[in-house]
């Protein structure tokens, strides 16, 4: 379902529930045509990472969340869920983080 903020006129796609997400791992989850790198944090707040890793393009939604971090499952490159920033190695180019918000009991991504 796409929401259409009626202040700003962006659109949010519904992709899951709060409730689908457990905290602690890299959720792949669909966004239209596309996958997305869903991560819960502890404190409930949900960040997106397109899925593909700016290395080669390994899925970051494949991933592993090591200490807090996305890790890419080709190379192992390492990610910031909230900023897409890249952690190790450094520098390297940032993953990129696509806005997220929580809209009642469902996870929402912007759309454009
Ligand atoms: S493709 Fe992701 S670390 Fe190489």
């Not at 996305?70 to 900023?83: K, M, N, V």
């Not at 897409?84 to 180019?93: K, L, S």
Request: glycine letters at 10%; hydrophobic letters at 40%.
């Amino acid at each position: 379902m796409v929401q259409t903020d009626t202040n700003t006129g962006t659109e949010w796609r519904t992709v899951c529930a709060l409730a689908d997400l457990p905290v602690g791992r890299v959720h792949a989850i669909r966004c239209g045509a596309t996958i997305v790198a869903l991560v819960r944090g502890a404190d409930d707040q949900v960040f997106a990472l397109e899925n593909t890793c700016p290395h080669r393009g390994g899925p970051l939604a494949g991933g592993k969340l090591v200490a807090g971090e996305i890790a890419c499952p080709w190379h192992g490159f390492r990610f910031d869920p909230r900023t897409g920033a890249a952690t190790v190695p450094t520098p390297h180019a940032p993953a990129t983080s696509i806005p997220v918000r929580i809209a009642g009991e469902d996870v929402q991504v912007l759309v454009n």
